[in-house]
């Protein structure tokens, strides 16, 4: 099971005081520990921040994107509410776990922020571009929370472990993390999005922000409703589905008609792919006498492993294939090195980037159907160096 989040910060306090700063996230670390010096202490902190440059807050200044983090918060309230009509444990334990995650990007996100401004007062202002940086990016911050915290009531369903955190961060912390305090104690309102029409408790004749959800029939804006993402289909499509998630998958399709189609399609390809090999078989014999030399591996599993990879980039420490599969494309980013490398893909400009999925072979994007398309990639290495580069499939 999860550990419980004052052992997790405590441990890194340690960290921290022993001086032993991660070669990434140093800036998150020290924010973590200030955000929390009340229950934590404080040791180490300003040893840290009397040890980092100004380019190790550039290098963060540079990796961060509202554009990223806006879509996994969503994401996150969609996961939020299949937690709550989860119907068996394991499978709402899923959900919460992934949702908590988007929430603690966010407030990840705020303890590097907070440590910035504890740096400035001690080496002085930041000036000129990287001023600017930091404008843009607390601005990029103010209008993702000023768009979100007014939805806090969708995170309602994790509340017993966001009271957990709230309540690790100093007194003065909590009103300013909506991700963790803002509806934090508003359970009962549970009842209501899921109209079991009980009567109202007392929390929910008192409390100003129940009564104003109440008032304005919140309840047409409902939690948005979780369907199949590229992603769950491209793993259902591998086989590496969790037991929970297939049986949410099952559950789900059963309902929706759109994403029951998604998966017959992905069915249908693997036929259509079958009944082509078959014909290649009949017009070229050779081909036959090659399979022949390995039986077991023929059928419809080898079928879609016929692929066609291209490496796009080379690194230090990472490589980039373009991997192209019947009609569909991706990309893999695997990490060659020690260091953590973190990727975006954006399809079209302006919008949201393609969520990874972390396998095997490293970050996974699914671009869909291929042929003719461009697409813009950017990695994250470490802390501090971005690589940028358009590529069409
Ligand atoms: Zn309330
Ligand atoms: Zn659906």
């Known amino acids: 099971m999860v550990v ?13 005081a022993r001086g ?41 200044l540079r990796a961060q994107s509202a554009e990223t983090l806006r879509p996994a918060l969503l994401r996150a309230a969609e996961e939020s509410a299949e937690a709550a009509l989860g119907e068996d444990v394991e499978e709402s334990e899923v959900w919460r776990a992934s949702s908590l995650e988007g929430l603690a990007a966010r407030d990840r996100a705020e303890s590097a922020l907070r440590a910035i401004a504890a740096w400035e007062s001690l080496h002085g202002a930041v000036s000129g571009a990287l001023a600017e940086r930091l ?3 607390r601005e990029a911050f103010g209008r993702l929370d000023g768009a979100l915290a007014p939805k806090a009531r969708w995170f309602i369903p994790l509340n017993s472990q966001r009271r957990a955190e709230r309540d690790l961060l100093d007194a003065g912390e909590r009103p300013r993390a909506w991700w963790f305090s803002a509806r934090a104690e508003c359970d009962d309102f549970l009842a209501v999005l899921h109209s079991r029409g009980e009567r109202p408790g007392t929390h929910l004749r008192a409390c100003p922000d129940c009564l104003r959800d109440m008032d304005q029939s919140v309840l047409v804006d409902a939690p948005p409703k979780r369907h199949l993402s590229a ?34 399609a992905l069915e249908e390809g693997d036929e259509a792919i079958d009944r082509a090999l078959a014909e290649q078989e009949r017009a070229v014999p050779a081909a036959r006498t090659s399979r022949a030399a390995e039986p077991s591996r023929r059928g419809p599993t080898s079928a ?9 980039e080379e690194r230090r420490d990472f490589r980039v294939v373009l991997v192209r599969e019947r009609q569909r494309a991706r990309l893999l980013v695997q990490p060659l090195g020690s260091r953590a490398v973190t990727a975006a893909v954006f399809l079209t400009p302006g919008k949201p980037s393609l969520k990874p999925h972390s396998g095997p072979e490293g970050l996974q994007f699914d671009l869909g159907t291929a042929g003719g398309r461009s697409a813009h990639l950017m990695v994250r290495v470490g802390n501090n160096e971005i690589f940028e580069r358009d590529f069409s499939f």
């Open 4 to 16: 419980d989040p004052l052992s997790r910060y405590q441990a890194r306090r340690e960290q921290l």
């Open 20 to 60: 032993g700063f991660p070669k990434d996230g140093t800036l998150e670390l020290i924010g973590e520990v200030l955000r929390r010096g009340e229950r934590l202490g404080r040791e180490g902190v300003d040893q840290a921040l009397r040890a980092l440059g100004s380019a190790e807050i550039d290098a963060w």
């Open 135 to 137: 404008n843009t990016v």
């Open 231 to 264: 992603e769950d289909l491209w793993r259902f499509d591998m086989g590496t589905l969790s037991a929970a998630e297939l049986k949410w998958v099952d559950g789900h399709t059963e309902k929706c008609l759109e994403c029951a189609q998604a998966i017959w």
């Open 304 to 312: 879609r492993h016929a692929e066609q990879r291209d490496v796009l």
